[in-house]
């Protein structure tokens, strides 16, 4: 019963990994990447630390796999948003087919900063991802 | 036993899939922040491998490696975004 238990949570997790990866490669913007890659993949890495608690079952083990989980959880949507904020700071382009884009024409690019009235300037003028 | 390790091989092999997929999107990134983004996806799978990996081989001492994986790729990630945001 817990080796059921054990595989299926593996099994779940493994998954939301693969689609996390699929997801890199078919995306078309780094924008919906990083929503793939960090979304599946926390899901998936939390599944397998659950199964490994559950395979052990011991309170040590159990607890630093919780603890993992945890962090993976608060620190995911973190990098993410750093990540995002940082590319859509030097320029890297949304995807062609996007319909809405809040920041555009907010974003300070000089002082990093998203301003709550629309500036001179427009996304047409920031500087090209290299 | 046996069942639970036939599972790890099996998803041992998918996770090695995970893994090509995005070292894929690490060498074509178009730009930095595809390839940072990549290795972080490299880093979180990692955690799943190596979780995946202790159940396999019943060494309960591996998760300390998983923590550490955790830590270290997210500080790595916040350092990649600080060095972006300082170089624009």
């Not at chain 1, 493994?14 to 599946?40: C, H, N």
């Amino acid at each position: 019963m817990q080796d059921a238990v054990c595989a299926a949570l593996m099994i779940a997790g493994t998954f939301f990994m693969v689609v996390g990866g699929v997801g890199v490669i078919r995306f078309p913007d780094l924008y919906m990447r990083v929503s793939s890659s960090t979304k599946a993949s926390t899901l998936g890495a939390g599944f397998i630390l659950l199964s490994l608690a559950f395979h052990f079952n011991e309170l040590g083990t159990t607890m630093r796999a919780v603890a993992t989980i945890t962090f993976l959880v608060v620190t995911g949507p973190v990098s993410a948003h750093l990540i995002s904020r940082a590319a859509y700071g030097i320029g890297v382009r949304l995807w062609e087919g996007t319909i809405r884009d809040e920041l555009r024409g907010r974003y300070n690019p000089d002082t990093n900063v998203v301003e709550s009235v629309e500036l001179e300037s427009n996304e047409d003028e920031r500087p090209q991802a290299p | 036993m046996s069942e639970l390790t036939l599972t790890s091989a099996v998803v041992l092999s998918f996770l090695s899939v995970a893994f090509f997929l995005a070292f894929v999107r690490l060498l074509r990134g178009p730009t930095l922040p595809d390839r940072v983004v990549a290795l972080d996806l490299i880093a979180v799978v990692g955690i799943g491998f190596v979780s995946a990996y202790a159940i396999a081989s019943d060494q309960s001492i591996l998760l300390n490696v998983a923590s550490v994986m955790a830590l270290i790729g997210f500080l790595g990630t916040v350092a990649f975004a600080y060095y972006l945001r300082r170089k624009a």
